[in-house]
């Protein structure tokens, strides 16, 4: 009896190793609508790779979601640990099913699914799986479990699990072997074979949430050769970024094809002539945005200078403040290619990002206003400031003049401005210039009109000592620039910023004062080199800035912070999202919050709608705010737009805003 009983021990001990050689299956993790499993595709292993899976049945009318989950739900999560050196690929996903109830579309599977990773290491031992995964029915259950699977050393033969994977293979969408192009909104697939018979029904599925309307109709055009499906592009659809996708052909005997789709968009280009023209409208335009009025003071003290003057002197000042604008945008569309050429995000008024920058400027405009109030006599920005700018000076004072203007306007983005720069940070290098160039030009253009009009130049008030008056009362704009300078350093750069910020004010004063001092010889060389210290201080000041810890956004009551998970979250539900992308130093973005989207009509009509508002803070640099920009084609703030209940099409607003024009917005 011994002998046989250990017979039997022995044969029941092969038994369960030749099992163990076939199938490798983790202990199930089980629930009355689900059982899952950590499967994989070898029953031993030496090091290299192989693959695993999280294996997934479940009861009739659940299921879960795909990568892409559509209007509701989330996608199945994998961590894999437990061998040497263990790397994960991504999943495989095989081809989703369409789910659609109560108006909401969603990709996912039902019945049994396999997802397969390729999972790498460096020998043998026990693999592990930490997955998380939602199943929905009526309701929505999430669900998380541990697997493991020991591996031991050996050839790496196939396991009985091996025709799981296989068949996951097959359901997986085959690459695409026709060109596929999306043009203004239409899906063109172009090949041998594609006929009314071959193609009955398709649809296409985005790889990633909200890049086309999941509720949306596809409409579908089948010619000999090719097919024409209708999409409605989402909110995350990106015009300079592929659409990745599954496309499913289903025949007229119901058999499916899935392909794997990468789709290139087809813009037909806007005529460069019609850019060039927007540029320059948006340059002209420019001249009355906020932004601009401090220099625009100065501006006018040299027009008033023209009565009575020389042309030549016109036409001089003229010259020099075009030639300080043109110069200046085209130092800046230069800058922006090369920060691009290095994969850095930059666009209009992106300068105004760094509290260096913004400092930097506060203490320019106050050096400018200290100049007007006749602190010192040094003319190097202003325009016509005094008649001895009538001549070669003058033209030098314009041109600064020119590139303090642009420098002060670029916080502002004027209507038409937004298409012509994001083409020209698209286009070509000949074309960025040649569009910046046109916004030059139409900043310009007012002034260089007016100034070598005889016409104007008649009308204009001969000089006198009024204008001394009128020179140190404008001296006040400037410094109003530079406190709303100081609050944006405060903004970005928090007390720190501002202290440092302030006492570079208090050193710029004092070599204003230095260099205005009376006295000849020694005495003036030294007062000159106090006040080059005072200003190498400013410079070391800098440092300290730039080092200074950003301060945090603060999220006003009745708003949310901007992030892109919640409004892909909000789209999901259905709920109607105001989108405000804003920055502190925007002043056209301050104005419209104050004159139109804080009036309690506006206010009234969120709450009234149960609109959520989610306000962006641009000011200073985040890679999400400026993906969000772009994907809206735009290069700066004020950004507004308007995602309504459901899955409708986004409302991009004006950038400069009245109550109207939003509660229009919010009831169209």
Known sequence: MTSLRSALGSVLVLLGLAHGAMALESAPFATPQTRATLVTDTDSFAGGSFRAALRLRMARGWHTYWQNPGDAGAPPELEFSGLPGTKAGPISWPTPAIHREAGLTTYGYDTEVLLPVTITASGAGTLKLSANWLICANVCIPEQAEFTVALPAGPGGKSAETPLFAAALLASPRPAPWPISLRDGELQLSGNGLTADTVREAWFIPSVFDSIQASAKQRLTVHDGGIVLAVQTGPAYRVDSPLNGVLVLQDRDGQQTALAVTVATVVDAIPLWQVLLMA??????????????????LKAVGLAKLGGGQR????????????????????????????????????WGSQFQSPIFVAGMAWVLFGVGLNLSGVFQINVAGAGMGQDLCSKKGAIGSFFSGLLAVLVATPCTAPFMGVAIATALSGSAAQTMAIFSAMGVGLALP???????????????RPGA??????QALAFPMYGAAVWMLWTVSQEAGPTGVAVTAFGLVLIGMAAWLLNLPG???????SRGLAVGALLGCAGLLMVIARAPATAAIVEAGTEAYTQARLMALRAEGRPVFVNITAAWCITCLINERVALGTDAVRAAFTARDIVYLKGDWTRQD?????????????????????????GAVKILPQILTPGMVLDALGG
């Open 520 to 526: 000849e010889g020694w005495g003036r060389r030294v």
């Open 466 to 471: 009024w204008m001394d008056v009128v020179k």
């Open 447 to 461: 002034y260089v009109l007016i100034a070598c009009s005889p016409t104007v130049a008649r009308m204009m008030p």
């Open 312 to 347: 030549s002197y016109a036409f001089s000042c003229a010259a020099g403040y075009a030639g300080g604008i043109l110069a200046t945008f085209c130092g800046m569309g230069l800058v922006l290619l090369t920060l691009q050429q290095a994969g850095s995000a930059a666009g």
């Open 623 to 647: 890679p999400a705010i400026t993906a969000f920009l772009k994907s809206q084609g735009r290069d700066g703030v004020p950004l507004y737009a308007y995602f309504p209940p459901g899955q």
């Open 280 to 297: 320059l409208a948006g340059g002209v335009i420019l001249n009355l945005m906020p932004c601009v009025f401090p220099v625009l003071a």
